[in-house]
């Protein structure tokens, strides 16, 4: 069964820096979205994404984020200047495209990252 | 977004049926209801979704209430392997989901 796949499982970093998480959508996919989780608080959404730009985005996604989707597989979220609020547990996810009338989105196991 | 209400707990024994009630009062006629749940350490997995009539599937069943302001989700054998947070999403299916706190359940042998 196709799935949504997330690496690195686990980013630690200093405060500061920049990190990029990646995320592999399922292939037919057309529609993606970064979710975060932070220990014990609810999964809140960050920024979809369609046809190679940002079709919404929550008030967390400031300017410290962006994504991207640099070669048709991947698709990438980067935090330019980690704080130690960004630690949280981050979750790509995509939708197939709008042939029925309901897609359902499809997670990956997340990226753990840890700003020290 | 419609606003959610759901119990935070709710325990079950292994093989018993379990009944996770969600209210969505404010739902738009438009919205689907959704149902994700989330295993320990893991993301979020779809379940079902319904719009009026009930719906089954191989996870669950979901039984709707005529007005649409409430729903129940039905795991009609809960094995140790269902243990998980319960989320009840009202969506247009366009939108990005929005999670609530969900329904925890634990799953006792």
């Known amino acids: 069964e196709p799935e949504v796949t997330q690496t690195p499982s686990h980013q630690v970093t200093q405060m500061g820096q920049e990190v990029i998480l990646r995320c592999v959508p399922i292939s037919n996919h057309l529609y993606f979205y970064w979710y975060r989780q932070i220990l014990g608080q609810k999964v809140e959404f960050l920024v979809s994404f369609y046809n190679n730009e940002i079709s919404e985005k929550s008030e967390i996604f400031d300017d410290q984020f962006s994504v991207e989707r640099p070669d048709g597989s991947n698709f990438t979220l980067k935090i330019r200047s980690t704080k130690l609020e960004d630690s949280a547990m981050y979750f790509c996810?995509?939708?197939?495209?709008?042939?029925?009338?309901?897609?359902?989105?499809?997670f990956g196991p997340g990226t753990r990252l840890t700003v020290l | 977004d419609a606003k959610t209400t759901q119990p935070n707990s709710m325990e079950s024994n292994e093989e018993e049926p379990v009944h996770l009630p969600c209210n969505h009062s404010t739902i738009s006629g438009t919205d689907y209801i959704h149902w994700y749940r989330q295993l320990p350490s893991q993301g979020p997995e779809y379940v079902i979704h319904?719009?009026?009539s009930n719906v089954n599937n191989r996870m669950a069943s979901l039984a709707i209430a005529e007005d649409r302001k409430s729903s129940t989700l039905i795991l009609h054998r809960a094995t140790l392997r269902d243990a998980a947070v319960y989320y009840c999403i009202p969506n247009s299916g366009n939108t990005p989901l929005v999670f609530g706190k969900g329904t925890r359940l634990s799953v006792i042998a």
């Open positions: 996810a995509s939708m197939g495209p709008r042939t029925k009338p309901y897609n359902e989105q499809f």
């Open positions: 319904g719009l009026t």
